[in-house]
């Protein structure tokens, strides 16, 4: 059964284009027609999510995602369309809306999980639980305004956390509080799946979005352009976003899917992807060895040339490394020659889109002849990991020893 079912929803705004704000220029209006421009912030809608599923939705600011879950959580009224929500919903949409300045951290929470429907039986603890998840126990007799508004923000999150919902309507709630906040969030949504409650996601965040959520849903300008598993959309919308297509593989590197930058004394004429067997590629198998093919030109001689490249997931910077560092003897370049460059490496990663970054630069330190940012993408598939960037390959294998000599105990338990 399905949890939400939203069909055919559109929601149109009216942006005024003219400013009224005397009781002249109001009267005056009312003769004649104020401009106004309509915005589109979702066309023609139509999506399900399954109870108990985990969905994510992506796209651009301004792409409609906050207002969908808006008309979902019912606050706003679509134009044209239907929504059907099948169980409680705890909309975690604009996080701190409704505190209260002048209360304490204790009686925000007490008044905001009212709202959300706390038991009163089970207030207190609930209460207590959430000051201490955001923790704030050290400040729970505090006035809101003497906090932070981030500290602010990790207090509403806690607070919604706790409320008995079928349905969690989330937007951007994983932009709050550190590294180490975000861990015990990501630990609460793990714990939220397993409970089988149904999560609807916005995020910017695409890697939390593939970890997390079954299925996802790509808006754009209103409108879905996407659907499917959460993996191959958030492909496909890095993969756009980007300017890169499949075709795009060998194609230039001064092409509209990448940003260069340096002097042009040596420069890429072209690069792609290729299997060990020399086929052009754009899809690899976790583990296997793929090399980079670069085609170089020089417009001035150069002795000192030194070649690198990296391996991007989103903004992070997977591996890099050049010639100098692995040691490859220097390439001599005449004015109007021209070379070309392989680099084998295996792609030990998980599953997920990388982008490969290349560059040119002295050997001695001096300037950049040429850097192309995102040269070419692939889509990294069949990793036996479950978390991070990496994959180590590791294996399992287990033996009976009863009749034999025991391990270490000081090993076993993992001591050193």
Known sequence: ?????????????????????????????????????????????????????????????????????KVVAGLLVPDAGT????????????????????????????????????????LARRVDEAIAFAELDRFRDAKLKSLSSGMTARLAFATALRADADILLLDEVLAVGDAHFQQKCLAVFDLLRRQEKTIVLVSHDLHTVQRLCDRAYWLDQGRVTAEG???????????????????????APGDACAVRAGDGRLRYAGGRLEDES????????????????????????????????????????????????????????????????????????????????????????????????????????????????ADLGATFACRDTTAGAPLDVAVARGQR
């Not at 079912?5 to 009312?30: D, N």
């Not at 106004?36 to 651009?60: C, H, K, N």
């Not at 598993?229 to 492909?235: C, N, S």
């Open 1 to 69: 059964m399905n949890a939400i079912e939203v069909a055919g929803v559109s929601k149109t705004y009216r942006i005024p284009h003219e400013r009224q704000t005397t009781l002249v220029e109001r009267l005056v209006a009312g003769f004649r027609p104020v401009p106004v421009e309509l915005l589109a912030a979702l066309q023609d809608v139509t999506l399900t999510v399954p109870r108990g599923s985990f969905v994510g939705v992506i796209g651009a600011n301004g792409s409609g995602k906050s207002t969908l879950l």
């Open 83 to 122: 929504v059907r929500v099948h169980g409680s919903v705890a909309p975690l949409l604009e996080l701190g809306l409704g505190f209260q300045l002048e209360l304490t951290v204790r009686e925000n929470v007490e008044l905001y999980g009212t709202i959300l429907g706390y038991p009163r039986r089970e």
């Open 229 to 251: 598993p959460a993996r191959e959309v958030v492909g496909t919308y890095l993969a756009v976003a980007s300017g890169y297509t499949p075709q795009a593989a060998d194609a």
């Open 278 to 389: 020399g086929q052009p590629i754009t899809r690899v198998r976790a583990g296997s060895r793929i090399v980079l093919r670069l085609a170089v030109e020089a417009a001035a001689p150069s002795d000192t040339a030194a070649f690198g490249f990296v391996v991007w997931r989103g903004g992070q910077v997977v591996y890099a490394t050049n010639s100098l560092i692995l040691g490859t003897p220097p390439v001599s370049f005449s004015a109007g020659g021209r070379a070309e460059l392989t680099i084998p490496f295996t792609a030990a990663l998980t599953d997920g889109v990388y982008f490969i970054s290349v560059a040119i630069a002295d050997r001695s330190g001096g300037p950049i002849h040429d850097w192309v940012n995102s040269l070419a993408t692939f889509v990294v598939e069949g990793s036996g990991a479950s978390e991070g960037v």
